[in-house]
């Protein structure tokens, strides 16, 4: 008889020791996956780029996450942004004394006639017809 109880309590120890195992692994597993997901929270899926709103508004995030506002400027040209992010389009922007426009596709116009007036190569209105 203390033979059996011997091998069963053996075998007990050895469940035991797998359960604390699987525990330990799941544990770590988990640990794991809470630093990934918080990492990928940090970092913006949409970060330096166009995002377009419910309300058909067009925001660029930067790549902190953030929205930006006011003039923005990028490779392909120059963009204003309103307080909300939103980019304004076929815009006249008064902007430290001067004139500019923003055309349909919200870019800063230049070397252009808009209308009446004459907007130069950097944008800012110079003359009117």
Known sequence: MPLVSLYFGCYNKFAERERMITMKKKAGLTLILTILCFLMSAFPAMAGEWHKTAEDQYQYIKDD??????????????????????????????????????GEDGQMVTDSWVDNYHVSEDGQMDKMR
């Open 65 to 102: 996450g953030t929205k930006a506002t006011g003039l923005l400027e990028l490779k392909d040209g120059t963009y204003y942004l309103d307080d909300k992010g939103n980019r304004k389009t076929s815009y006249w922007l008064r902007y430290k004394g001067d004139w500019y426009f923003f």
